[in-house]
């Protein structure tokens, strides 16, 4: 009768019932060699796979440091040449305010150099999207390229001639 009792398992929130299994005795424990060689192996394996994801992580952290200095350079290159007071905005806002003034020109000065990075990172786009295009048009290429869409006759002794070799 007691083959035929049940028991209530939950196996990560999904709860049955089974039939109630017999508990002999536990398995022996793996011998103290073979345990070594496991843990070393385990050891191992994971020493591996961090030295993978280090490599990985270290070309990601490339290649953002490599993007933040374009785009520092390219934020510096607009901003410098606009630091100097430009004698057009000075004559026409009136001088009374000095400090509303100063922060309108600082205002303006920010708003043109965001729009010149704006600019730089629109060609940028351009380019990414012209390689895009013309390494998809590669692809396509080496697809039409293919022997299969050859004429029948081409097609088998292209594969008449493969069998020679």
């Not at 374009?70 to 000095?98: A, C, G, W």
């Not at 003034?101 to 060609?123: F, G, H, K, M, P």
């Not at 999207?129 to 022997?147: G, I, N, S, W, Y």
Request: charged letters at 30%; one cysteine or more.
């Amino acid at each position: 009768m007691e083959d035929d009792q049940l028991e209530l398992c939950n196996d990560d929130g999904f709860v049955f019932k089974r039939k109630r299994r017999r508990v002999d005795a536990p398995p022996p424990p793996p011998s103290e060699p073979d345990q070594e060689a496991a843990e070393k192996f385990r050891r191992e394996r994971k020493k591996q796979t961090l030295l993978k994801l280090k490599s990985k992580y270290e070309k990601e952290i490339l290649q953002w440091e490599s993007f933040s200095n374009t785009l520092r350079s390219m934020q510096q290159l607009h901003t410098t040449p606009q630091q100097q007071p430009q004698p057009n905005l000075s004559l026409s806002l009136p001088s009374t305010d000095s400090a509303g003034t100063s922060l309108l020109r600082d205002l303006l000065l920010q708003v043109e150099a965001q729009d010149a990075i704006i600019r730089d990172v629109s060609n940028l786009c351009d380019i990414a999207e012209a390689v895009c295009v013309k390494r998809e048009e590669q692809l396509k290429q080496t697809l039409f390229d293919l022997p299969i869409w050859a004429s029948p006759l081409e097609l088998m002794q292209g594969l008449c001639d493969g069998d020679d070799d």
